[in-house]
């Protein structure tokens, strides 16, 4: 069974506004969390990624927010714009093991 | 990150032959990951690739189907044995650089 459960399978935001895809877990010994964009035809790129230690993680227009206590994360892409349609992937790790259980994906379409 | 690519990037084959997919990166890197991605799909971990030692099979897949190489620290093959149509997919290596895992672009197998 999938470890990460993603959400919304899909969204439509308009350029300028807001997307946030949620993530949840059960596995309380995952302690790495990171975000995958994939455009089609590409392999996953590393967005960006958190550890359980901080609360909310910031690059550029991307924010992880981490809940410890509800095992839940989130990105949220700021401004979004045309460039950002792709599918976003969560994942998390145990220590030490670094293989990655992803979420179902999300794809993201930003209308101009 | 780390530069990845694979060979080849896209193949058809018919049932029942063997594809050997190559997975070459820029550094030298302890820790190798297959993946496949089925359309439309999120990402399955098939094994873990160390250099020096066998490779290590996630539940659902064994050896006699995808056998792995891993004959130094930039290289590993991945093949598809005895393929058939429900082998179609795409086929993606990573490595574990600096504790964060890179993708390469993938490989996108069809099989008729």
């Known amino acids: 069974q999938q470890q990460v459960k993603q959400s919304p399978q899909s969204l439509i935001v308009q350029k300028g506004g807001i997307s946030i895809i949620n993530c949840a877990y059960e596995?309380?010994?995952?302690?790495?969390f990171p975000w995958y964009q994939q455009f089609p035809g590409k392999g996953p790129a590393l967005l960006i990624a958190?550890?359980?230690?901080?609360s909310e993680k910031k690059e550029g227009r991307f924010t992880i927010s981490f809940n410890k206590s509800a095992k839940q994360f989130s990105l949220h892409i700021m401004d979004s714009q045309p460039g950002d349609s792709a599918t976003y992937f969560c994942?998390?790790?145990?220590?030490?093991?670094?293989?990655?259980?992803f979420g179902a994906g999300t794809t993201v379409t930003v209308r101009a | 990150s780390a530069v990845i690519s694979q060979k080849p990037s896209r193949d058809i084959c018919q049932r029942g032959t063997s594809l050997t997919i190559q997975c070459q990166v820029d550094s030298q890197v302890t820790m190798m990951f297959w993946y496949r991605q089925q359309p439309g799909q999120s990402l399955t971990l098939i094994a873990t690739a160390n250099q020096g030692s066998e490779a290590t099979y996630e539940s659902g897949f064994v050896i006699d189907k995808f056998p792995i190489s891993r004959p130094n620290l930039t290289f590993s093959t991945l093949t598809v044995s005895n393929m058939s149509p429900e082998d179609s997919s795409i086929y993606l290596c990573?490595?574990?650089?600096?504790?964060?895992?890179?993708f390469g672009p993938g490989t996108r197998l069809t099989v008729l």
């Open positions: 994942a998390a790790s145990i220590p030490n093991d670094y293989k990655l259980s």
């Open positions: 958190i550890r359980p230690d901080v």
């Open positions: 990573s490595v574990l650089l600096r504790y964060e895992q890179f």
């Open positions: 596995n309380t010994a995952f302690d790495y």
